[in-house]
């Protein structure tokens, strides 16, 4: 199912190939740390380095005797090698190889997730822009509260994204470290020194302490980023899909020409896109799950933690990578119904407003809760009686006792409502270029 969303990039740092070809970087690091040493012969080192290569066809072959995947590996790695092969591996373990070896997977594929976080971010930014002042109702409880700007909502997803960022930012550095400490992490058979040396070559950070593998609550940390930034993604999908209700018909993602909403319904323009996000968000908090079950393991290690790894790291970018390129194209070509924004935000009949009129009651000596039982009288015979809540507040003497038409009047004024939209922009946008829109 994963496989078909693979964008090339993503599934090649995930692909058997690269998954060994880190492993040959790992061992040829090693065995160049070890040989500037004194540990191994340079001769070595420098045999590793030039003939080392696999198979993985061979490697699969080897693997149905061994049962054991860097055994397989380390054997077809030795066939190209020749006799200097019995320098490679030397005195590390296992996982000193996998878990080096998968922290610069993780990172790579965490530079793809930030690029694409970043591109969407900017499609967001530009439609924020476009929309700074374009009047909607905004809901709570899925019930009309006040008015508010679509530019405003836009703006909310944006700063929410720029978290994600930071918290992908911060997994990123969490992850990228190695360890070549051995079967327990004592060291017993290589000197700290070979691992801090092998983590410079590749860039990476000696961890402090390991077991035999690199500790689970670091990759735990990588995947809630990734869960949490699926979780927004889905928030913001959802969003589309509930304005997209006919009922409602504010916004709609986009819908292609050629493109066929139902096999029964000729009239359907689904939001099918955005439902796959919201799909794909509920697998990757599911992996996020496994990747807390893989902290607890026996003693210094099991491999109860491996088989899950195997699936939970490559689906989990992957999705999210076609999540975001997704939904990047979504945000681009989402139409919005200005016209239907305004219709929606009159349809009752001006009761939200009803704030405003409270507070402006109260200002002038009523007090909050006598204002209150006016206020919402009037507001209950709107609803009642399909009447314009202006034209009651006009109409009662109570509340034009104390508040004169001009007053009433300036309590409907959407400029009034709107009169620090600048000011969420300049909180939200305030290290970015200036945005233009309506």
């Known amino acids: 199912m994963i496989a078909r969303y693979t964008h090339p990039d993503m599934g090649r740092i995930w692909s058997d ?3 060994y070809e880190t492993w040959l970087r790992v061992e040829t690091a090693a065995a160049e740390a070890m040989a500037a040493a004194g540990i191994v012969p340079a001769e070595a080192a420098r045999d590793i380095r ?8 061979r490697i699969d072959e080897i693997e149905k005797t061994t049962q054991h995947d860097v055994i397989a590996f380390t054997t077809s790695v030795a066939e190209k090698v020749g006799a200097s092969a019995r320098w490679m591996h030397f005195g590390m373990t296992s996982s000193d190889v996998i878990d080096t070896a998968q922290a610069l997977q993780m990172r790579e594929a965490c530079d793809l997730i930030l690029g694409d976080l970043d591109r969407l971010g900017a499609a967001i930014r530009q439609r924020a822009g476009e929309h700074r002042r374009t009047p909607m109702i905004g809901r709570t409880h899925g019930v009309h509260a006040e008015p508010m700007t679509l530019g405003v909502k836009l703006a909310l997803w944006y700063a929410e994204l720029q978290r994600s960022v930071e ?12 360890k070549l400490s051995g079967a327990v992490g004592m060291f017993a058979h290589l000197p700290p020194a070979i691992e801090a040396d092998v983590c410079h070559r590749l860039g990476l950070q000696p961890v402090p302490v390991a077991s035999q593998v690199i500790q689970r609550d670091r990759h735990a940390e990588l995947l809630s980023a990734l869960a949490i930034a699926a979780a927004s993604l889905e928030k913001f999908a959802l969003e589309i899909r509930g304005l997209q209700k006919s009922e ?3 916004l709609e993602e986009p819908f292609g020409k050629g493109q066929k909403g139902s096999s029964a319904m000729p009239h359907k323009r689904n939001p099918i896109g955005c439902e ?19 902290i607890a393991l026996w003693h210094e290690r099991d491999i109860s933690h491996s088989s899950v790894e195997r699936v939970i790291l490559p689906d989990s970018f992957i999705a999210l990578d076609h999540m975001l390129r997704r939904f990047t194209r979504i945000v681009q070509g989402m139409v919005v119904y200005p ?4 219709e929606n935000l009159e349809r009752s009949r001006g009761v939200v407003f009803s704030g405003t009129v409270l507070l402006e009651l109260a200002r002038r000596g009523t007090s909050r809760e006598q204002a209150y039982e006016w206020v919402q009288r009037n507001a209950m015979r709107s609803f009642a009686e399909q009447r ?8 009662d003497a109570d509340v034009t006792g104390v508040l004169g038409p001009a007053e009433i009047e300036r309590a ?12 969420i922009f300049h909180r939200v946008f305030a290290s970015e270029p200036a945005l233009t829109g309506n």
Do not use: P, T, W
């Open 17 to 19: 190939q690269r998954r």
């Open 50 to 57: 030039e003939r080392g290569a696999f198979d993985i066809a």
């Open 167 to 178: 918290r992908v930012r911060r997994a990123r550095e969490v992850i990228s470290v190695g």
């Open 248 to 250: 409602i018909g504010e």
């Open 276 to 294: 796959q996000i919201v799909g794909l968000a509920r697998l990757i908090r599911g992996n996020c799950h496994a990747a807390f079950e893989n």
């Open 339 to 342: 016209e239907r924004m305004k």
């Open 388 to 395: 314009d809540f202006k034209s009651l507040l006009l109409d």
């Open 412 to 423: 409907f004024d959407l400029d009034e409502q709107f009169q620090y939209v600048d000011a």
